[in-house]
C-alpha cells in the first residue's frame, strides 16, 4: 500500500491560489516563520516514523 503526506500550513482548506497562514503562526514573519515551518515538518515526518510509517523504495 502506497502513503502520501501532502503537507498544508493552514488552520482551513486551501488550494494552490488561496493558502492562508495558521493563526498560532501570524505573528512570526521572514527565517522566524521559515523556521517555524521546518521544526513543524520535520517533528511530523518524525512522528510517522516513530509510529512506523516510512518511505519505502
Not at 493563526?23 to 512506523?52: C, M, P
Amino acid at each position: 500500500m502506497n502513503f502520501l503526506l501532502d503537507f498544508h500550513y493552514s488552520d482551513t482548506w486551501v488550494d494552490p491560489a488561496k493558502q492562508f497562514t495558521p493563526a498560532a503562526w501570524s505573528n512570526l514573519h521572514g527565517s522566524a516563520l521559515e523556521g517555524k515551518i521546518y521544526s513543524y515538518t520535520q517533528e511530523t515526518v518524525q512522528r510517522f516514523i516513530d509510529e512506523g510509517v516510512r518511505y519505502l523504495k
